[in-house]
């Protein structure tokens, strides 16, 4: 008897995990299709049997492979292990090693012929900062030429379709070093900036006539005071409703939004739902959040899409 309970148990322990597989469809930039027409690539999350990991795939509207890895998380991609991510033509792209969602180890990216771009090595964040710390070992054209090799010579940086060049410089031991030369031809932009040891000392850029100096590329927008300010509004703004708590609603409304130049939120949206009426008690909170400190990209105002989680739960309401 005890055999069977344990084999039932088995078989429906399996069973369950079976059923458990998040599918999710996404447009080109990332974000959540709207409708069929935008769907670029879909993602399925199921539990590996073999582990507690999550098994993640992604395919391309055409059917072939976009990335394949495992997370420790079903709700949110968090990759440990391999990840092999390939272009639309079914050429790798990336060949990546993750250790609790941060890159580790060796990092090996491709040009859409299938010819080696760059080799990195990643080694786990230390402190606060949100980037991983990484040398650049090797770097090839996209003929196969030798630009930089054991971490010297010069590296450049191509737009998303490798169409062209949008920065370069020289690296030393792995990191950028001296001056280096870029331009975004879709912000008008053209900089240039000087870096020691892979640290920017003072950049200068050019758009649309006018020029700017910086010490930081880029600055994200914030509430006026920070995080904990923003949690104190969040705290005493937003209130969990009647109906919701009746019913033991709980979990996350997801929000994007655009933060304009000037701080003002707009095009504010609905990522995850999880109720209507929690669902517009976070939107209504977030617009009067507005305005925030704008954020800044090569010393200029910058207008900069946001998403955002708001938990409702009932322990901490």
């Not at 299709?33 to 399925?44: G, V």
């Not at 639309?88 to 859409?112: H, L």
């Not at 090839?140 to 490798?162: C, I, K, L, M």
């Not at 923003?230 to 933060?259: A, C, E, S, W």
Request: proline letters at 4%; hydrophobic letters at 30%; one cysteine or more.
């Amino acid at each position: 008897m005890k055999l069977y309970c344990l084999l039932l148990f088995s078989f429906f322990s399996l069973q369950c995990l079976a059923q458990i597989e998040d599918r999710t469809y996404y447009d080109k930039n990332g974000w959540p299709a709207k409708s069929s027409d935008s769907i670029y690539y879909m993602q399925t999350i199921r539990p590996d049997s073999a582990s507690k990991l999550f098994i993640v795939q992604q395919y391309y509207k055409n059917g072939q492979p976009k990335l394949i890895g495992k997370s420790i998380s079903l709700t949110s991609l968090k990759f440990d292990g391999n990840v092999i991510e390939y272009y639309n033509n079914a050429k790798r792209k990336i060949m990546a090693n993750y250790k609790d969602g941060n890159r580790f180890g060796s990092y090996y990216e491709y040009f859409p012929s299938g010819k080696l771009y760059v080799h990195k090595e990643y080694t786990l964040k230390k402190g606060p900062s949100d980037s991983l710390n990484f040398t650049i070992q090797n770097v090839y054209d996209t003929t196969g030429v030798v630009t930089a090799t054991d971490g010297n010579g010069v590296y450049s940086q191509y737009d998303q379709n490798f169409t062209h060049v949008t920065e370069s410089g020289p690296i030393k031991n792995g990191k950028r070093n001296g001056e280096w030369k870029g331009a975004y031809k879709e912000r008008d932009i053209t900089f240039v900036e000087t870096y020691t040891d892979g640290e920017l000392l003072s950049g200068e850029a050019s758009s649309m006539g006018q020029k700017s100096s910086y010490k930081k590329r880029f600055i994200v927008p914030e509430f006026p005071g920070g995080d904990v300010a923003f949690g104190r509004f969040l705290g005493t703004h937003m209130r969990y409703p009647i109906i919701d708590l009746q019913n033991k609603v709980q979990g996350r409304v997801v929000l994007t939004f655009i933060i304009e130049k000037d701080g003002k939120i707009t095009n504010l949206e609905i990522l995850s739902s999880l109720s209507s009426t929690t669902d517009e008690e976070a939107v209504k909170t977030l617009t009067a959040s507005s305005p925030w400190i704008n954020g800044y990209e090569f010393g200029f105002p910058a207008t900069i899409r946001y998403s955002m989680p708001i938990t409702f739960s009932m322990a901490n309401n």
